[in-house]
């Protein structure tokens, strides 16, 4: 005998996709990626190594989470902000490209991928960033200032008019990254010639 949702058609066994506005949303440890999130705030939820794939977060905010190793194929981030978040080693690079509007403040995103995004005027402030990948990134007009960029990768990386201020640990190539316009601190310019081995005599 056939079982009963058979008889009904296969996509009675579909999983529906609830919409969920305008919601606080706190301290959690589970998350279901069927759902869509609009204009809701998530707050010191630990969603570490948890699967966001496919999901849809519109105007929403991640405040104080944990969301290091969460897997976002296909993922939809739009006109989302996360404030003093651990999100260490996301790939971004396998979400939804043509949907990702997203702002960091004070947020750990050591590890993380961002290789071949479109980040025009995105803004990273006061974010950790150590071993980043922004190669062959667009990130021009963007602001990652007051920034830990040891070891972040910039390959083929569109850098014309972003802000790098007070940020550290920058080494950048310029004969293979554009860099035009771009604010630079002083005490970082021996980042721009590190490939040649040259010495800055601050003294003078």
Not at 120 to 137: P, R, S, T, W, Y
Request: charged share 25%.
């Amino acid at each position: 005998m056939w079982p009963d949702w058979f008889a009904t058609g296969r996509k009675s066994r579909e999983p529906k996709h609830m919409l969920i506005a305008n919601e606080v949303l706190e301290k959690l440890d589970v998350f279901d990626n069927q759902n869509e999130y609009e204009a809701c705030t998530f707050k010191n939820c630990d969603f570490s190594g948890g699967n966001f794939s496919t999901t849809k977060f519109i105007e929403c905010e991640f405040v104080g989470c944990n969301l290091s190793n969460v897997m976002v194929s296909e993922t939809s981030f739009r006109e989302v902000t996360f404030k003093s978040c651990k999100m260490l080693g996301i790939q971004f690079d396998t979400c939804n490209k043509l949907l990702f509007e997203a702002s960091f403040e004070s947020c750990q995103l050591d590890h993380s991928v961002f290789f071949q995004m479109k980040l025009k005027n995105i803004d990273f402030l006061n974010c950790q960033l150590v071993e980043v990948d922004f190669a062959e990134a667009d990130l021009s007009g963007g602001k990652l200032v007051g920034c830990d960029l040891t070891n972040a990768k910039f390959d083929f990386t569109n850098l014309e008019g972003a802000d790098l201020s007070k940020s550290s640990g920058l080494i950048i190539d310029p004969e293979s990254n554009k860099i035009n316009k771009a604010k630079i601190p002083l005490s970082q310019l021996s980042g721009l010639l590190a490939k040649y081995n040259i010495k800055i005599d601050k003294a003078h």
